[in-house]
């Protein structure tokens, strides 16, 4: 059975902006070398469809700008493959985005890079702040009046001229009527590398920008915000301000090219993803056993030729060998091993993240500072015992319930009865487990435990 797959499709290297930090900037001369008819293009989406695609999300370059770009929405639509796209905004004028929904995207990312023109207008050029917050207003406006499904997002990449406006992008994001926030941090690669000294950040600046953005993130309970991070800066998030990042509850476990993405470039090249372009990234060094001279092209092989393809096979067999990723040594020790491991296109030197180090040490910090604190049964429980010493636990406001048994059930029948500060807490209920765990282990288990049943609104700590 073949499964489910997206393509994200880098449908024209033209651009009608030079972004500072841009990664396809050594493309910004070159013309794309593809030709097409609505013929092949809709010979193309079979192809897709053949192959298991059942989301495209077009990249570019400024995809608004391909000619192609309109044909293949509408024939998408009607083959029942979801579509979505990041644009600069700049050609997201009315007509543009009648058309748009009209197509029926799924969603749409609009690409800015601060919320004032000062900000912004350093990176992407003057006057880009300007147009494209009136565009997306005016598309925002359209998609309300048309009772359009469409999703809306910001994107943003963090960089050092943004760091400062982060407790202010929710409340943008909110002014500008849109749906959420997505936020990345600047890589060095691209155009970055050239700017880093005016672009560049640390994990520290990052991560004290990050926790602003989600300290006021409260307040609007409506909008997504979805941060790209480690999962242990996602933890150390959810255990200080009980947000949980649903970006990092998509990811599955191990490298996704070939397996569930693909990834096509202006000329029909097919790559696993934009990492393995060689071309554009010198760093990403593939293993020798993959044959990249046998990337297949989605207009000029069939769609058996495609799955079948070679490289592929050796690609995939290379993103499962745990000897990929034998440099990242820590990585192989971490509990989010499973599914956080790093590009094993970037382990060519002895690997270790700076934020994954940093945000170990937050979180110890954090776990020392609330071991000392009052755990209590927050106001506002409905709790009643079941079978087996179950308790049924329901937050009456928000709703939240879980159902608590062995030790989460011990836990509730002392709380239910006194206020205990979290170590003496851990502790009482350790004395049960002593012959079968050790205190380490049971006091982590039961702090994360204590997190969860807070950020339900079920416990308060104080």
């Given at each position: 059975m073949i499964m489910d797959r997206t393509i994200k499709w880098n449908i024209t290297y033209n651009c009608n902006l030079r972004c500072k930090h841009c990664y396809n900037n050594q493309y910004f001369n070159k013309i794309d070398d593809s030709t097409y008819t609505n013929q092949s293009l809709l010979e193309t989406m079979d192809k897709l469809i053949k192959i298991g695609i059942t989301r495209i999300h077009f990249l570019g370059g400024e995809p608004l700008i391909s000619p192609k770009i309109l044909?293949?929405?509408?024939?998408?639509?009607?083959?029942?493959?979801?579509?979505?796209?990041?644009?600069?905004?700049?050609?997201?004028?009315?007509?543009?985005?009648?058309?748009?929904?009209?197509?029926?995207?799924?969603?749409?990312?609009?690409?800015?890079?601060?919320?004032?023109?000062?900000?912004?207008?350093?990176?992407?050029?003057?006057?880009?702040?300007?147009?494209?917050?009136?565009?997306?207003?005016?598309?925002?406006?359209?998609?309300?009046?048309?009772?359009?499904?469409?999703?809306?997002?910001?994107?943003?990449?963090?960089?050092?001229?943004?760091?400062?406006?982060?407790?202010?992008?929710?409340?943008?994001?909110?002014?500008?009527?849109?749906?959420g926030l997505l936020i990345a941090s600047i890589d060095q690669e691209g155009g970055a590398?050239?700017?880093?000294?005016?672009?560049?950040?640390?994990?520290?600046?990052?991560?004290?920008?990050?926790?602003?953005?989600?300290?006021?993130?409260?307040?609007?309970?409506?909008?997504?915000?979805?941060?790209?991070?480690?999962?242990?800066?996602?933890?150390?998030?959810?255990?200080?301000?009980?947000?949980?990042?649903?970006?990092?509850?998509?990811?599955?476990?191990?490298?996704?090219?070939?397996?569930?993405?693909?990834?096509?470039?202006?000329?029909?090249?097919?790559?696993?993803?934009?990492?393995?372009?060689?071309?554009?990234?010198q760093n990403c060094l593939i293993s020798h056993n993959c044959n990249t001279s046998l990337t297949p092209n989605i207009y000029k092989n069939s769609s058996k030729e495609i799955l079948d393809n070679t490289f592929f096979k050796q690609f995939y067999a290379f993103t499962r060998d745990i000897n990929s990723y034998k440099k990242a040594s820590k990585c192989l020790m971490c509990k989010y091993s499973y599914k956080c491991l790093p590009c094993p296109l970037k382990c060519d030197s002895q690997y270790l993240s700076a934020e994954c180090e940093y945000s170990r040490g937050l979180i110890k910090q954090l776990e020392m500072e609330y071991i000392n604190k009052k755990v209590k049964i927050n106001d506002n429980i409905l709790f009643n015992s079941l079978y087996r010493g179950q308790i049924r636990v329901l937050n009456i406001e928000t709703q939240d319930q879980m159902v608590l048994e062995d030790v989460g059930a011990e836990l509730w029948n002392l709380l239910s009865e006194s206020d205990y500060i979290v170590d003496k807490l851990i502790k009482k209920l350790y004395q049960d487990y002593a012959e079968t765990v050790q205190f380490s282990e049971f006091q982590n288990d039961l702090l994360d435990y204590i997190f969860d049943l807070r950020s339900k609104g079920l416990l308060e700590i104080i």
């Open positions: 044909p293949i929405l509408y024939m998408a639509q009607k083959k029942n493959i979801t579509t979505t796209i990041t644009t600069n905004g700049l050609l997201l004028s009315a007509e543009m985005s009648h058309t748009l929904f009209d197509a029926g995207l799924s969603f749409i990312c609009v690409s800015l890079d601060g919320v004032t023109a000062a900000t912004n207008d350093q990176i992407r050029g003057n006057g880009t702040f300007d147009i494209v917050k009136k565009n997306i207003q005016t598309t925002v406006k359209i998609r309300n009046s048309i009772n359009s499904n469409t999703k809306i997002y910001i994107t943003l990449t963090m960089n050092r001229l943004n760091v400062s406006e982060s407790s202010r992008m929710l409340e943008f994001i909110v002014s500008l009527g849109v749906d590398v050239d700017n880093w000294e005016m672009l560049g950040i640390t994990v520290q600046e990052k991560i004290f920008a990050i926790e602003q953005i989600v300290r006021e993130k409260h307040k609007y309970p409506n909008i997504y915000l979805e941060i790209v991070c480690k999962n242990i800066l996602s933890e150390y998030l959810f255990k200080k301000y009980s947000w949980r990042n649903r970006q990092l509850d998509l990811e599955k476990s191990w490298c996704n090219g070939t397996d569930e993405e693909y990834y096509i470039k202006p000329n029909g090249d097919i790559l696993p993803c934009r990492s393995c372009d060689i071309s554009t990234n």
